[in-house]
């Protein structure tokens, strides 16, 4: 569907359908609902000589309004509960994966790159400005801080956010399916120039991420 | 009313366009105010000498900003130091002391301007007086953010969304100097020295500055670079004539 | 109930020997207090809806100069094209203004100190001289939250949420006055709201005439009283993070500064400790108050009395236990997050038993589609949308994608505009005869609702499709980015709709203030209701009734075997006895 944006991350998918799923249930109560109140606006009109039930209720009736919505909503929840546990728990972090630290402070995001030893916090280390690279089907992992303010790491096409809190790391996770390029943005707030705040994605192939980290070690890197 | 005073302004620069952009910060001969003529017709002429290896300046990831980095021919960097031929640039120098008690000054009418082009300021370093309009002018074609924070006076936070954008603010109290910083564009940096007296000025590409209009006195000098501090030598102005005072930064 | 009470009783109404600034201006009369409240908050719902034209001429030409801008000063618009600071302002101020100056006020200021003591049997408040001062407490915090757009740096624009650290850090924001402003007429503002909640919760526990029972309670008061319990615990918690804010920005504390030791997420789950059960202080009002009016219009009781009642009380309760969702993706633990979702989602049940209650009342009901029905039908078919959206959002793993879009965006307009709103204009137009002695006009009324409902949902439907491509909210420019380029024309048909749906509260204004002077006189009881209110002549006299009425029956006695009548008013003493006429209804 075009609905959404183009999917681009492992879990895009599962997140899509969990969204189209809630999408057919409230689908259907909301065109029961709506054509209930319309049969009953239309057929119960008043009219001269008819007078209203005297009815105050139904206890079956409203047994089964409750019940209904309730074993929909907890099964919507205990499917969620899972896939949310992938992609944000902190102890389903993928192993294998490449490691960044991204620090977003008003309004750039600097990313910084482990470099070919690939360890982070060593001498090789290299940042970059609002430009995130990655390799495609392998995990990365973004330690993931703020400066300043509160914002928000959003990557429409791979289905994250999670937003940057100063003084805390938190750990994100998301595996690309596909290269090519795709926009990174602030969803939260920040500043006068909040909307200005975004990034690039790209997403290179195995070899030529492994290229891209070496040639980004010369001093002129970037340009 | 403030409204009215500001269309004038603007409109004064418009005619003044594409004036030199030192503005307003350039001495006594550019605060325009017909009331404020200067106290006397005494001037110190300089140089800002450099001696050892000037740091490399960095350089800036301006990859992600296509529109300022196409302005920039080689690989951009951030112009801390400028050294030319042992000269060194954007140094702030002041009269600090020494001007006679209780003498009042006029802020100039026109305007000190500050340019953002290919996401640089330029000039980094510049003088206002206190009460004189600051206009900052936007001549990129994308957003920048302007962030003044003063240590003893409120300070500012505006955009500019749009090429061409000005915006006018002023400072209330002096201080040597106001940090202005870019928040888009993190390596963007300027630093405006605020004094109640017109007696400022700018070392350029040579290191040359001139400061005039001062009456007889004997003065306490003040230098200031972003990377090399202060510096500070004592000038006397005798007979309304011409004083010199020298200055010498070291990469030590 | 009180002999005091009784004896202070005016013989004749305008005969009471008050003066003129004792019986509209200082009054300690509940209903001219209520109608003060809704000239205040009516004038705000102007303000509010004002600000988001202007918020989405941005959005829809972004960049170009607003008609009008260049009256703006440079610091907001120079030269007519909003600034992006400005807009900031704009988005938070919107958000302020409608949440706790427009909507609030009009369910909380406006129908619970009309509607309570009328509705009870009452003569007054239990304490008419702190609700004078509830009301004269709210002004001077509308004046300094108007303020704030005047002052250097302008208007707060960390969003209405002010969201730390940038709402307590005045160099990263550009606001210092601006946000202080904001705090200091918040808490001001909230001192009002609690003197009132102390008030109507006394009222009705005390003052409840002799045979109003509790479940004879109508439930536009039974969701009153419930959200003025909400209101007393929930407000307190919003001014003590405001003034720990305020002491943030003013005192040199770190509460929320994180380089100083301070958390930011403290922010946050204060001000949603507070902030969930008030976006049921937002809705529970005109739920109960959409439950009366459905009654009325469907000539028929409540479906299901009861667990209406319950389902009120059982939100007030779970309301403060979901705080968390607004927090799934802030960094909070996220096996929080899992507990917040299950929380979430239960509280949709008592919502649907509502929304089900109430087809359940038209059902077979014999309906008249008076003005004030038809917004409650619209409030009706609208929260449904609103309610049903909240799922995807309640499903943490969708809420990564959509959290901070127009999807939230659209569904929280869909509860308090498609919700709360519609209410508030049903609520206005049904007791506005009541208030003022005259009917407004059905015509202007009908075209008011026909051109609101199509407009409203051309506004804000179009924005689950923003929310769906991943359009953030609170962006100045969505033509930043590339891949929200295609939904420029999405952004700007939004923009012109809401050129048109602020276009068609003219006959709204129109009717209102055409009323007051032209409408036709109002009958005691216009609706054939049954509440007590309707026992009393049009407008309600000081001290309301003359003799304290008995209650016999519940509110909904519509089309009751007992008596000819289609209605049945909860004072008129019937004999038991069923009337032996033919069977009821079809």
């Known amino acids: 569907m075009g609905w959404l944006p183009e999917s681009a991350s492992t879990y895009a998918s599962d997140i899509d359908l969990g969204f189209w799923v809630i999408t057919v249930i409230v689908g259907i109560a909301f065109v029961v609902v709506e054509a209930a109140l319309v049969l009953f606006l239309v057929r119960y009109r008043a009219r001269p000589g008819r007078r209203a039930a005297y009815i105050h209720g139904n206890t079956t009736a409203e047994v089964i309004w409750t019940a209904v919505p309730a074993i929909t909503v907890v099964a919507i929840g205990v499917w969620s509960a899972g896939l949310w546990s992938e992609i944000k728990g902190r102890d389903n972090f993928p192993a294998d994966a490449v490691h960044l630290a991204i620090e977003a402070k008003q309004f750039e995001w600097n990313v910084t790159y482990p470099g070919p030893d690939g360890q982070l916090g060593t001498e090789d280390d290299f940042t970059r400005r609002n430009a995130l690279e990655i390799p495609v089907n392998r995990p990365v992992v973004v330690d993931l801080t703020a400066e300043d303010v509160l914002h928000s790491f959003f990557v429409p096409a791979f289905r994250i956010k999670q937003d940057a809190v100063p003084g805390m790391t938190i750990p994100v996770w998301f595996e690309a399916t596909k290269t090519g390029e795709f926009e990174l943005a602030c969803a939260e707030l920040c500043g006068n120039s909040h909307y200005s705040m975004k990034g690039r994605v790209r997403v290179h192939t195995a070899e030529d991420y492994e290229e891209w980290v070496r040639s980004q070690s010369s001093p002129e890197a970037g340009q | 009313m403030r409204r009215f005073v500001l269309c004038v302004t603007l409109a004064g620069v418009a005619c003044g366009g594409g004036g030199e952009q030192q503005g307003g910060a350039g001495g006594a001969e550019a605060g325009a105010a017909p009331a404020a003529a200067p106290l006397g017709t005494g001037s110190i002429t300089g140089a800002m000498s450099f001696s050892g290896t000037a740091p490399e300046n960095p350089t800036i990831d301006m990859a992600e900003e296509a529109e300022c980095r196409e302005k920039h021919a080689d690989i951009p960097r951030d112009p801390q130091v400028v050294v030319t031929d042992g000269m060194l640039a954007d140094v702030f120098v002041y009269v600090k002391s020494g001007l006679p008690e209780g003498a009042a000054f006029t802020a100039p009418s026109t305007p000190a301007v500050l340019d953002q082009d290919g996401c640089l300021y330029r000039p980094r370093v510049l003088g206002v007086m206190v009460g004189q309009d600051l206009e900052i002018r936007n001549s990129d074609p994308l957003q920048h953010n302007v962030k003044a924070v003063p240590a003893n006076q409120r300070g500012f936070n505006i955009s500019q969304p749009r090429a061409g954008m000005t915006t006018t603010r002023s400072f209330s109290a002096p201080e040597v100097m106001v940090p202005l910083e870019c928040n888009v564009h993190g390596w963007m940096n300027a630093y405006v020295g605020v004094l109640e007296h017109p007696y400022f000025a700018t070392s350029g590409e040579d290191g040359s500055f001139s400061i005039t209009g001062l009456p007889d006195g004997t003065y306490e000098l003040e230098a200031w670079h972003e990377k090399f501090g202060t510096q500070t030598v004592s000038v006397t102005v005798s007979g309304g004539g011409a004083a010199t005072a020298e200055f010498a930064f070291s990469s030590q | ?586």
Do not use: C
């Open chain 3, 1 to 586: 109930m009180t002999t005091a009470a009784v004896a202070e009783r005016p013989t004749a109404a305008g005969h009471d020997g008050r003066s003129f600034i004792q019986r509209y201006i200082f009054t300690t009369d509940h209903k001219i207090i209520g109608i003060q409240f809704l000239f205040m908050s009516l004038l705000f719902l102007i303000v509010g809806g004002l600000l988001a034209l202007m918020m989405r001429w941005q959005l829809g030409y972004p960049g170009q100069p607003m008609p009008g801008g260049g009256m703006l000063p440079e610091t907001m618009a120079p030269d007519g094209i909003l600034l992006p600071e400005f807009y900031n302002s704009l988005v938070t101020m919107h958000g302020t203004f409608m949440v706790f100056f427009a909507i609030m006020p009009l369910l909380v200021g406006v129908f619970a100190n009309f509607l309570i003591p009328l509705k009870i049997g009452a003569p007054d408040m239990a304490f008419p001289r702190l609700n004078m001062a509830s009301f004269w407490i709210a002004v001077p915090a509308g004046l300094l939250m108007v303020a704030g757009f005047f002052v250097e740096g302008g208007h707060a624009g960390a969003g209405w949420t002010a969201y730390a650290p940038l709402s307590a850090r005045p160099d990263l924001s550009g606001v210092s006055l601006g946000q202080i402003f904001w705090l200091l007429s918040l808490a001001i503002l909230g001192l009002s709201s609690i003197l009132g909640s102390m008030n109507y919760i006394t009222t009705v526990v005390n003052m409840r005439a002799p045979g109003m029972t509790w479940f004879r309670l109508p439930l536009s008061i039974w969701s009153l009283f419930i959200t003025a319990i909400l209101v007393l615990l929930a407000i307190p918690v919003l001014s003590g993070a405001a003034i720990m804010l305020l002491f943030d920005q003013t005192l040199g504390t770190h509460f929320f500064n994180p380089v100083e030791g301070g958390q930011p997420l403290l922010w946050q789950h204060v001000f949603w400790f507070f902030g969930h059960p008030e976006v049921y202080i937002l809705i529970l009002p005109a739920m109960g108050m959409v439950s009366d009016i459905i009654s009325n219009g469907s000539r028929k009781p409540v479906f299901g009395y009861h667990s209406m009642v319950f389902a009120i009380i059982a939100i007030a309760f779970l309301g403060w236990i979901v705080w968390g969702h607004h927090m799934f993706q802030s960094g909070m633990n996220p096996m929080l997050g899992t507990t917040f979702m299950i929380s979430t989602l239960v509280i949709a049940v008592p919502s649907a038993i509502k929304t089900f209650n109430w087809l359940g009342t038209l059902w077979r009901g014999s309906i008249h589609f008076h003005t004030p029905m038809l917004n409650a039908i619209g409030f009706v078919a609208m929260f449904v949308i609103g309610g049903l959206s909240g799922i995807y959002m309640a499903t943490t793993p969708v809420d990564i994608f959509i959290h901070d879009t127009y999807f939230i965006v659209a569904h929280l307009h869909y509860v308090l505009f498609g919700g709360s709103l519609f209410a508030i204009f049903a609520a206005i137009y049904f007791w506005y005869p009541k208030m003022f002695g005259r009917m407004m006009s059905e015509r202007l009324g009908k075209v008011h609702f026909v051109l609101t409902f199509i407009f409203y949902n051309l506004v804000f439907f179009p924005m689950h499709f923003l929310g769906m491509g991943g359009h953030m909210r609170r962006i100045y420019d969505p033509t930043e980015y590339e891949f929200l380029q295609p939904f420029q024309p999405m952004n700007r048909f939004i923009t012109v709709s809401v050129f048109f749906l602020v276009a068609a509260q003219v006959p709204f204004v129109v009717n209102f203030f055409w009323s007051l002077f032209k409408g036709a006189p109002a009958s005691e009881n216009p609706w054939k209701d049954n509440g007590l209110e309707w026992t009393v002549s049009s407008p309600a006299p000081h001290g309301n009734f003359a003799e304290t009425p008995t209650v016999y029956h519940g509110p909904y006695e519509f089309s009751s075997p007992l008596v000819d009548d289609d209605y049945l008013p909860q004072s008129r003493a019937v004999d038991p006895q069923p009337r032996p006429a033919p069977a009821a209804g079809d």
